[in-house]
């Protein structure tokens, strides 16, 4: 299972990512560096690109997002 460590930018612990048998998922910059949101604590596994992710959104449309659920796919992917 891959789960989004959370946005809340402290390093308290967020579920289901902190669950012992979850890879929670951190969200870098474009650059690789801490997204300034993502949560950072001994729960995290890994970290992926999470700022100004082109997605599919309501209505057929696409948007640029951001965030710690925008990292997952990309980890999803290749797990």
């Given at each position: 299972?891959?789960?989004?460590?959370g946005n809340g930018a402290n390093s308290d612990f967020s579920y289901p990512a902190s669950y012992e048998y979850v890879m929670s998922v951190a969200a870098v910059k474009w650059d690789g560096s801490?997204?300034?949101f993502s949560q950072y604590?001994?729960?995290v596994d890994i970290?992926?690109?999470?700022v100004g992710v082109k997605s599919t959104f309501k209505g057929g449309a696409y948007a640029v997002?951001?965030?710690t659920s925008m990292a997952v796919p990309?980890?999803?992917g290749v797990a």
């Amino acid at each position: 299972l891959v789960a989004a460590a959370g946005n809340g930018a402290n390093s308290d612990f967020s579920y289901p990512a902190s669950y012992e048998y979850v890879m929670s998922v951190a969200a870098v910059k474009w650059d690789g560096s801490h997204a300034n949101f993502s949560q950072y604590n001994d729960q995290v596994d890994i970290a992926a690109p999470g700022v100004g992710v082109k997605s599919t959104f309501k209505g057929g449309a696409y948007a640029v997002m951001t965030g710690t659920s925008m990292a997952v796919p990309h980890v999803a992917g290749v797990a």
